[in-house]
């Protein structure tokens, strides 16, 4: 069974006819292209295939893709300002070496992005609890925490030096 | 997901919810927040043939507190629990429950509802709203029922609900006892607790409840003696008394790769003497 859906996805409008069975991470690769959201566990617990939904973060393989008719999606694709430049939570994670293999990456930034915004300046505490829906099998979370205070700062200085 | 074909519906409204859960039975299931199905479905451990979304049934998504209740839609997520002002201010227990339960994308999306009827041992809600005397409300083809939460849940994963009948809302009595406190337990953070305490007391004395120890969460009435024995109490006789009355609660403790019966039993009085004592300090603005 398949039903046709409207979703808006990092500010682009689409009209998709989904398989009633698609998550919405499938939903967003194999429908939309959109391969940068990453499907490590389909079980709710690595965090990789992190997307914000209507502005709150979700694990898209436990999204049911028939429910998002109507839905505004932001994926990692829409995370970086341009093409050639990075976000500054992505610069950071580079700066700090907070990735080795990459693969929970999109999902780790989507939370941090997410993070920031609600929390602009997180103590270690705040971090850990912010992203505990995140797993990283290759660096040990040390960098990570680095990279999002890192980020924290930059954000905070680009937001002084912009006024 | 294992199925060669699925059938999905959106009902409009709980009557229409009902009757398609009536046609389709064992076949279908309700999907709410999903937290709990989707992981089951993606891994193959739940088959289904049809699911009926409850994303679009009005009403199901609010929190009112009126005539004494606190009133909780059942599709309600755990993040509007955490954040709603009504709920920290009239059961901030709840709302602290909330907040620090699974993750911040599973809060985001999963349900009080979904949580209830999905009856996994160590979740938060069974164990805090057994504890304040929380009511559960169902509607079915046969009407609508109003079940005490620390009657819904008979075992691990399995309820008192008919098949065709579902959750849509819970009622907390109003006003919640300050001297009230919630303390969770698991090895790794956002991990269903290993054992999870509540503890509600007024002048009779209160309740404890103690959820992850045993298959579905137990109720002990705390008498005025029992609660004295709270750990920063002298006397260590009515703490051995608490702590007593909390492992015997838990006699059919689970045993599994978390943790062994006994340890279970042994945490559940730990942690019973640690929340009496907290919900004590709570009461005195502590």
């Known amino acids: 069974m398949r039903v046709p859906l409207s979703v808006t996805v990092n500010g682009i409008a689409h009209s998709v006819e989904v398989d009633t069975r698609s998550s919405l991470a499938t939903m967003l690769r194999d429908d939309l292209g959109l391969t940068g959201t990453h499907v490590g566990c389909r079980s709710g617990n690595c965090g990789a ?31 970086a300002p341009s093409a050639g430049e990075l976000h500054p939570v992505q610069r950071a994670f580079v700066a700090e070496q907070a990735l080795q293999c990459g693969f929970c990456t999109p999902g780790m930034i989507m939370a941090v992005v997410d993070l920031l915004r609600r929390n602009p300046d997180p103590t270690d505490r705040e971090i850990r609890a912010g992203l505990a829906g995140n797993l990283c099998r290759c660096t040990g979370y040390a960098p990570i925490l680095r990279a999002v205070h890192a980020a924290a700062r930059e954000i905070a200085t680009d937001f002084k030096g912009s006024r | 997901m294992h199925t060669p074909e699925l059938a999905y519906f959106q009902p409009g409204s709980v009557d229409e919810a009902l009757a398609l859960l009536a046609e389709w039975g064992p076949d279908a299931r309700l999907l709410s927040g999903g937290m709990s199905l989707m992981p089951a479905l993606n891994l193959g451990t739940t088959r289904v043939r049809a699911l009926i979304s409850l994303c679009q049934v009005p009403g199901l998504r609010s929190v009112t507190a ?55 041992p160590g979740a938060e809600y069974p164990t805090v709203l057994s504890a304040l005397g929380a009511d559960v409300h169902t509607r079915g083809p046969r009407g609508e029922r109003r079940i005490p939460v620390a009657k819904l849940i008979v075992g691990s994963g399995q309820t008192v609900l008919a098949p065709d009948e579902m959750i849509v809302a819970v009622t907390v009595p109003l006003p919640v006892p300050a001297r009230m406190a919630y303390l969770r337990y698991s090895r790794i953070q956002g991990n269903y607790s290993t054992v999870n305490v509540a503890a509600v007391l007024d002048d009779g004395g209160g309740r404890l409840a103690i959820g992850g120890a045993t298959p579905r969460p137990v109720v002990v009435p705390l008498t005025p003696a029992l609660v004295d024995g709270g750990a920063g109490h002298p006397s260590d006789s009515a703490g051995s008394a608490l702590m007593h009355a909390a492992s015997a609660a838990c006699a059919d403790a689970c045993d599994d790769h978390l943790a062994s019966a006994r340890y279970r039993r042994h945490l559940a009085g730990v942690l019973a003497r640690r929340i009496v004592d907290q919900a004590r300090a709570n009461g005195e603005g502590r």
């Open chain 1, 49 to 79: 295939c992190t997307v914000s939904l209507d502005g709150d973060i979700v694990k898209s393989c436990c999204v049911l893709a028939p429910e998002m008719d109507g839905a505004a999606i932001e994926t990692i694709e829409a995370v």
């Open chain 2, 66 to 120: 009126e005539d004494g209740l606190l009133r909780i839609g059942a599709r309600t997520t755990h993040a509007d629990l955490a954040r709603l002002p009504v709920v920290r201010e009239t059961c901030r227990m709840l709302a602290d429950a909330a907040d620090g339960l699974a993750d911040v994308q599973v809060r985001n999306r999963g349900t009080v509802g979904g949580s209830l009827a999905t009856a996994y």
